[in-house]
């Protein structure tokens, strides 16, 4: 069983930086990729970046240069540090582990960037 717990979340101004992290559990997290997602309201939700388990990374081209991810797998954590954040980063952000067909989610923190 699955289950992953994020937090980090909270309020900042524009420019200001936030740290977001998983908490996975179960036997598979060494051998599943994992990402953050986001969703804003009145949006899709989309993928803000991925890491495989070899720690291959992939950022959509918003936040290229402003956020890292990376994982621990001896903790079983995932982070997203989060730089020069800007008021369109707000939304609920996403924890998800992909392993094969299957697809785990965390119940999301909320992202608030203030101008």
């Known amino acids: 069983q699955v289950q992953l717990v994020e937090s980090g979340g909270g309020s900042v101004q524009a420019g200001g930086s936030l740290r977001l992290s998983c908490a996975a559990s179960g036997s598979i997290f060494s051998i599943s990729a994992m990402g953050w997602y986001r969703q804003a309201p009145g949006k899709q939700r989309e993928l803000v970046a991925g890491i495989s388990s070899g720690g291959i990374t992939n950022y959509v081209d918003s936040v290229k240069g402003r956020f890292t991810i990376s994982r621990d797998t001896a903790k079983k954590m995932v982070y997203l540090q989060m730089y020069s954040l800007k008021p369109e980063d707000t939304a609920v952000y996403y924890c998800?582990?992909?392993?094969?067909?299957?697809?785990?989610w965390g119940q999301g923190t909320q992202v608030t960037v203030s101008s």
């Open positions: 998800n582990l992909k392993r094969g067909k299957d697809d785990y």
